[in-house]
């Protein structure tokens, strides 16, 4: 393989990387918030904004644990066939898969950015008593399904080093 796609598929599993294992963390930031609800409605008045700060933590944590999950090999899988399979013809059948996946994600990168561009220009606001702003999390979405799409095409070139008898 050329090495700019060694250098692409290197630099883009360091960031994604560094970002899920940082994402990783917000399954306590979650906890936490949920935690405080909890304490909230029995101790005190209930807090209006816990419930979708926890919902905003969850989709982070989704979204930018992603890729991560990805390029650990961490998806799930029908493994009926796939597991005794050799590794050339996994790296063929996931080559495909992954074009699918590509498509799937410019799809959702185009809608997210389109939907991010409306929040950001009209000032568009959760239809709550709390009314939080929409492009922060919007945003965070934007960024997760770009690097999604990035460790995808990282795969991508993974399998077709594998389809010719390489190594990434």
Avoid: H
């Amino acid at each position: 393989m050329p090495k700019a796609i060694r250098l692409y598929v290197k630099y883009v599993e360091a960031v994604n990387y560094r970002i899920g294992r940082i994402a990783m963390y917000g399954i306590f930031v979650m906890a936490g918030i949920l935690l405080w609800s909890s304490i909230s409605k029995t101790f005190f008045l209930p807090s209006l904004w816990t419930l979708e700060v926890a919902q905003f933590a969850m989709v982070a944590y989704y979204i930018l644990g992603g890729p991560y999950s990805i390029q650990l090999n961490a998806n799930v899988r029908m493994d009926l066939l796939y597991a005794n399979w050799s590794p050339k013809k996994k790296a063929c059948f996931d080559s495909v898969t992954v074009l699918l996946l590509l498509f799937y994600l410019g799809v959702m990168l185009y809608g997210a950015i389109d939907s991010t561009a409306y929040a950001l220009q009209y000032g568009e606001r959760n239809p709550s008593a709390w009314r939080p702003y929409l492009w922060p999390i919007k945003t965070i979405m934007c960024i997760g399904f770009l690097l999604m799409l990035l460790q995808a095409t990282a795969e991508l070139f993974k399998d077709i080093a594998k389809i010719r008898g390489e190594e990434i």
